[in-house]
């Protein structure tokens, strides 16, 4: 067995330096290397270690097909998804899950995708 550890997930954009600026304005992310010599490449961090790789997509020879479909998808943990979810949506990302509340398990949760579709999923702390 192969012992594996966590590293960054990796989105491709279209528009690398925008992708790169919305993740920085309106998810906190932080970037801590960035690499523009042969390939647009940016390791990004919040304060609180999530950690994520954007990548120019026609660069990685990669053409971006309908990301709302995507079978891999992000998921963060926030205290109040409705005001993740309506920063997100006021700052240029679309929510494509509305807030809603999980009165079996107490929790909240909800979906948007950053300005060129990729999904991700919130969920607050009591998400089992």
Known sequence: MHNI?????????EDFEGLVRWYREVLGF?????????????????????????GSAKEMGVEPRDRARATVLL???TEDVRALLKQVTSLGG????PASYNKT?????????????NPWWVVDKNCP
């Open 5 to 13: 550890r966590p590293r960054e997930s990796i989105i491709l954009a």
């Open 105 to 117: 398990d107490d929790f909240w949760f909800g979906g948007f995708a950053d300005p060129e579709g």
């Open 75 to 77: 998921q963060v943990e």
């Open 94 to 97: 679309a929510s494509n899950m």
């Open 30 to 54: 932080k970037v801590t290397s960035i690499f523009e010599d042969g390939f647009h490449f940016a390791n990004m961090a919040t304060e609180s270690g999530i950690r994520i790789g954007i």
